[in-house]
């Protein structure tokens, strides 16, 4: 995931919990005042993924970043309800009423991106502007013939799947990263991303139980705020697609590359990202 800066200095926010009406407890950070602005993360990672926006960008916005059931902190216990993208998206809604926010500039990055859109086709109310970085998921181009991944993205989610339960967690986790980003990201990538990766492990083989839905022009209608897309000048091309077609069929966007980076543009080049981010949000 282009994963190779560390941690930033400055120290991470302590994290906190909200309870929303479904009983489920979110843990997130939280840091700054002025407009919402909620990051959403993606597979393997959870709120500790955000750290290079939380710092710099609190000083004018109030960045919260939750992590979605089942990822890190959760433990075996604590964990309620199945593991779902629709699950996510609900209990998102729940968290931003929690807090007693009206709306979020809202951030999805990956398999986040793919809750975030969704997030803002189901609750546009709580959806002040969308921005989606290397959205994951299929898309719909020709409505009249189903989605779905290529044959050999699953047989590898496949291998994957079965290493991890195999307890061959960093050779599954290598070869996953390195799917979505390129060859020897996991070997290059920080200690701290793969301390991240490990601890949320357990939760690839639920996500891949789990396809996304696909993103079609008709989906794309329902979504009706300011959207910023960005990818990497050398994310996969899979993501690099569903940049391309969101950026025809949702309404008042903005595309913007990274230039050099990959899946995980943000960590790889935050200054970038927290610049185009920033405009993006003050521009409205």
Do not use: G, K, Q, T
């Given at each position: 995931m282009d994963m190779r800066n560390g941690p930033p200095d400055a120290q991470s926010p302590e994290s906190l919990f909200a309870t929303i009406s479904s009983g489920v407890s979110i843990p997130y950070v939280d840091a700054g005042s002025g407009d919402a602005l909620l990051f959403v993360h993606g597979s393997l990672c959870d709120y500790r993924y955000w750290d290079e926006q939380i710092n710099p960008l609190s000083a004018e916005f109030h960045c919260i970043a939750p992590s979605l059931s089942h990822y890190w902190p959760a433990t075996e216990a604590s964990i309620r309800g199945d593991f779902s993208l629709e699950t996510h998206v609900a209990e998102l809604a729940e968290f931003i009423s929690a807090l007693g926010l009206e709306s979020v500039h809202l951030v999805g990055h990956s398999r986040g991106g793919s809750v975030a859109?969704?997030?803002?086709?189901?609750?546009p109310?709580?959806?002040r502007t969308l921005t989606l970085a290397d959205p994951a998921g299929p898309l719909q181009i020709d409505e009249t013939v189903d989605s779905a991944l290529p044959a050999a993205t699953n047989a590898l989610r496949a291998k994957v799947?079965?290493?991890i339960e195999a307890s061959e967690t960093e050779a599954g986790l290598e070869l996953f990263v390195d799917s979505v980003s390129r060859p020897g990201s996991w070997k290059k990538s920080s200690s701290s991303f793969r301390t991240m990766a490990i601890d949320n492990a357990r939760t690839l083989p639920l996500q891949f139980r789990d396809p996304l839905p696909a993103y079609s022009r008709d989906t794309a209608a329902d979504v009706k705020c300011r959207t910023l897309l960005i990818d990497g000048q050398n994310s996969p091309r899979m993501f690099r697609n569903n940049v391309d077609r969101l950026a025809e069929w949702l309404y008042l966007t903005d595309r913007q590359t990274i230039a050099g980076a990959s899946h995980g543009m943000n960590v790889?080049?935050?200054r970038a990202f927290n610049k185009l981010l920033r405009s993006f949000i003050?521009?409205?």
């Open positions: 859109f969704n997030l803002a086709r189901c609750y109310r709580l959806v799947s079965d290493l790889a080049n935050p003050l521009f409205e």
